[in-house]
């Protein structure tokens, strides 16, 4: 039995709109598709590591992209790598192998450099530090490789899925699990030179709050400038451009993938899935460009999935959280997730249970502690200390008090309740059936009692832990 896990950063709101064609092809209608697929927190090196040990970032404690946030700190090897879901697959006898981006600190040197394999991986081709095209640093079993920027021999995405190749060209029949990590769409958005000039014409969705000025909202997305100047948008429309042209080689990625397994033999025993680690916002709320918000369009991620005995064309809509992937490999593996560590659950029965009866979540968690940085931005000296990833026209994407926990329900009830933990205690709260893209906060308006419904189910959530997550 195999399982391939392709994850990359691409918008959610390229769910509708994608140049993922072949992988829509390949993967969405050979399979299911996902309409209701969310990160539990909105950035990388959080939302990652929710993937990897399965748990709600009030557990795995890492709070942002720094070692000081315990992005593949010291404590992380030692607390949460041991309990990752390749380790116990590995122990079930899966040849593990993965290849790209890890944790945005793996590879410091005060962490272990590129000596350091995380536990689990039988083959371990770690990309050092944060997305690169070009010029970048891999630890290959534990042994430094640097590369140039000659696209035939370094281009990383390409790379990768030549790496793969390899593995699979090499596996024994054991059963496998293979992870590919590539850096697109992530910035500096380098695409391929024959994907350079694609999508000239496209640009940036123009959604319901592109370009709105989001007035009842917590400060940080009410300081955003609206309308947005003509230089903000030709900025953000050519940042889209380049994430797509560089998402054409992830297609790529996954054709050759798919055939190497098809050509071996793998296909029909191999479970495919493909995700993100968050969403991006490009102009909503005339925010630049980004994440780290708690709104749709930064914690939706795509989710396919093909696999035996995984009906073509489904269309799924669950709701499913990136801290489910762990437990439904491991579920795949015939191990059990209360046997783990883990807070998600195991969405494999909801891909082949021919009974249709699983019982399945309705609501969940979403949590972000907010990054500034100690004094103030010198180009930005009104805003204070505290802000951090500020735009030259003093747009700020993040602050220390951006720090936010939120109920998020879909049922017969459709509804995000979010909570800051600022000075001034920010409540938003968000009736998505009606406005979906989250243009009016009816904290002061909604019924008080189903304020107060809301605030103790977020309570119990912040206060969860395995088996307590599920139920």
Known sequence: ???????????????????????????????????????????????????????????????????????????????????????????????????????????????????????????????????????????????????????????????????????????????????????????????APHYKSAFSTTQAPRTGSFNVHGKDKHWLVRQAKTPMSNTSIKFLDNVYRQRWQTLLSVDDMVVKVLAQLESLGLMSNTYVFYTSDHGYHVGQFSLPIDKRQLYEFDIRVPLLVRGPGIKPNQTRPEPILNIDLGPTFLDIAGINVSQTRMDGQSFLPLLVNKTHNYSWRSDFLVEYTGEGSGGRDPKCPSLGPGVSHCFPDCVCEDAFNNTYACVRTLSHINLQYCEFADTQNFVEVYNLTSDPHQLLNIAKTVDPSLLEQMNQRLIKFQACSRDSCRS
């Open 1 to 191: 039995m195999g399982v391939w896990w392709v994850i990359e950063v691409v918008e959610a709101i390229a769910e509708v709109q994608t140049p993922m064609k072949k992988t829509q092809v390949l993967i969405g209608q050979s399979g299911a598709s996902f309409t209701n697929a969310f990160a539990v927190t909105p950035l990388c090196c959080p939302s990652r590591s929710s993937i990897l040990t399965g748990c709600y970032p009030h557990n795995h404690l890492v709070r942002n992209n720094s070692l000081d946030g315990n992005c593949s700190s010291q404590s992380w090897q030692r607390l949460q790598e041991p309990f990752t879901f390749p380790v116990y697959l590995q122990k079930q006898g899966y040849q593990t192998f993965y290849a790209g981006k890890y944790l945005n600190q793996y590879g410091d040197p005060n962490v272990g450099g590129v000596q350091h394999i995380p536990v689990g991986w039988t083959y371990w081709l770690g990309l050092l530090g944060n997305s690169k095209y070009y010029n970048y640093t891999l630890s290959v079993n534990g042994h430094e490789e640097k590369h140039g920027d000659h696209y035939e021999e370094d281009y990383l995405t390409d790379l990768l899925a030549n790496r793969s190749l390899e593995f699979l060209q090499k596996l024994s029949r054991s059963p496998f699990l293979m992870v590919l990590a590539p850096p697109a769409s992530h910035s500096p958005w380098t695409a």
